[in-house]
């Protein structure tokens, strides 16, 4: 028996090459693919939302610290707060689900 | 599937598409799986791996240079992977219970199965990257310079593993290991 043979005849005892194709293997493969890209997609906008609200948690006692009254802080609170509520609303008009703008949107994704 | 085929799937996986990354894992389980079922052991544990290794590979994808074939870089993926996530009392129940398995085959007078044990145990008893090795060049899916990649050692280092470590199999089938 030529090296070449042996090798290939211990390769087959240690452990055999499986039949292919293997659809159950695919589907298995893309279904942990699939989790796993989910599984990072949730990590990552929990921890844009923990940066987000830590970061307006902080505005306050940073602003404090600074000497910023109640008073001096008001408009600036105000207009930061209706810049907020344009933007949410934005938003919803655009990517909500029953979007107002759904249309427009998917002829300009089309195009 | 040829190299040009592969580097067109891969970009095709990298912008999303589902389809092309199935028809890589189609195209590259055989010798994956082949590899990490002589490497690890047990048939289950090393598909399991090997899905693993697949998913992770759809997420880092991007790190593939093509320089190399695609289940080269699967390969060296599964491989951190094992490396990574080995816990020794865990390969020790596992192997017990390939040794079990064979075992009970091989009472039933089955001549096969005695070599499949004999062989399994030189196996585990080799090194890691020795083993590694071994289950990467001996059914000829990978050459050595396949495998150096793979492993991240030395060239040399790899030859050597493997002349050594099939020296050692042949005289656990009882056969006179060739000289080099």
């Not at chain 1, 209706?82 to 909500?96: D, P």
């Not at chain 2, 998913?55 to 790190?63: C, I, K, N, P």
């Not at chain 2, 695609?70 to 992977?81: E, M, S």
Request: hydrophobic content about 45%; glycine content about 6%.
């Amino acid at each position: 028996m030529s090296e070449r043979d042996a090798d290939l005849l211990m390769a087959d005892l240690l452990g055999e090459a499986p039949e292919t194709p293997d659809p159950g293997f695919r589907y298995d493969v893309l279904f942990r693919a699939s989790i796993r890209a989910r599984r990072r997609a949730a990590m990552s906008k929990a921890l844009n939302q923990i940066a987000l609200f830590s970061a307006i948690g902080l505005i306050f006692p940073v602003g404090g610290a600074l000497g910023l009254t109640w008073e001096m802080a008001q408009p600036l609170v105000m207009a930061t707060g209706l810049l907020a509520l344009g933007l949410a609303a934005a938003s919803v008009t655009i990517l909500g689900p029953r979007a107002v703008l759904a249309r427009s949107r998917a002829i300009l994704t089309r195009s | 599937m040829d190299a040009a085929e592969e580097a067109r799937l891969v970009q095709a996986a990298r912008n999303g598409d589902m389809t092309a990354f199935g028809r890589l894992v189609d195209a590259n389980q055989p010798a994956v799986r082949a590899f990490l079922r002589r490497f690890v052991g047990s048939y289950a544990d090393a598909d399991d791996l090997a899905q693993e290794a697949f998913a992770r590979t759809w997420e880092v994808l991007e790190r593939f240079d093509g320089s190399s074939r695609l289940r080269t870089f699967i390969c060296g993926v599964a491989f951190q992977y094992w490396r990574r996530a080995r816990r020794a009392d865990s390969r020790r129940m596992a192997r017990d219970d390939a040794y079990a398995q064979l075992e009970d085959q091989e009472t039933a007078g089955d001549a096969r199965m005695a070599q499949k044990l004999a062989l399994r145990r030189a196996m585990d008893e080799l090194p890691d990257d020795q083993r590694a090795a071994l289950a990467l060049c001996l059914g000829q899916d990978f050459t050595h310079a396949e495998a150096s990649e793979i492993l991240k050692l030395p060239l040399g280092t790899v030859k050597s593993h493997v002349t050594r470590g099939r020296a050692r199999l042949q005289a656990a089938l009882g056969a006179p290991a060739e000289a080099g």
